[in-house]
């Protein structure tokens, strides 16, 4: 059984920062990339930050400058830096990653954590 477990949401100015976590446990042999997406209400989720196991990044050209993913592999760990906030990064954060147990791989996403822009 493998889960993602997020944390790290909530609300803030806009200007401000905030920080996601999003840790990986269960039976791990390997985890492939990593990625962050969001979901505003009545809007698709979308890509936020992307990171393989290599730490090659990319971004939706709408957080670029402000945001920056990086993870730990001892720790199984993606983190979502998040600077500079605006009302319209308002959403649900969902954390993904494609993990390997044994000789599957299959993706798998966090429970969703809010992050709230507003003053």
């Known amino acids: 059984q493998v889960q993602l477990v997020e944390s790290g949401g909530g609300l803030v100015q806009p200007g401000g920062s905030l920080r996601l976590s999003c840790a990986a446990s269960?039976?791990?042999?390997?985890?492939?990339?990593m990625g962050w997406y969001r979901q505003a209400p009545g809007k698709q989720r979308e890509l936020v930050a992307g990171i393989t196991s290599g730490g090659s990044t990319n971004y939706a050209d709408s957080v670029k400058g402000r945001f920056t993913i990086s993870r730990d592999n001892a720790k199984n760990t993606v983190y979502l830096q998040m600077n500079s906030l605006k009302p319209e990064d308002t959403a649900v954060y969902y954390c993904n990653a494609n993990i390997r147990v044994l000789w599957r791989s299959s993706d798998y996403w966090g429970q969703g954590t809010q992050v709230t822009v507003s003053s």
């Open positions: 269960g039976s791990i042999s390997s985890i492939n990339h």
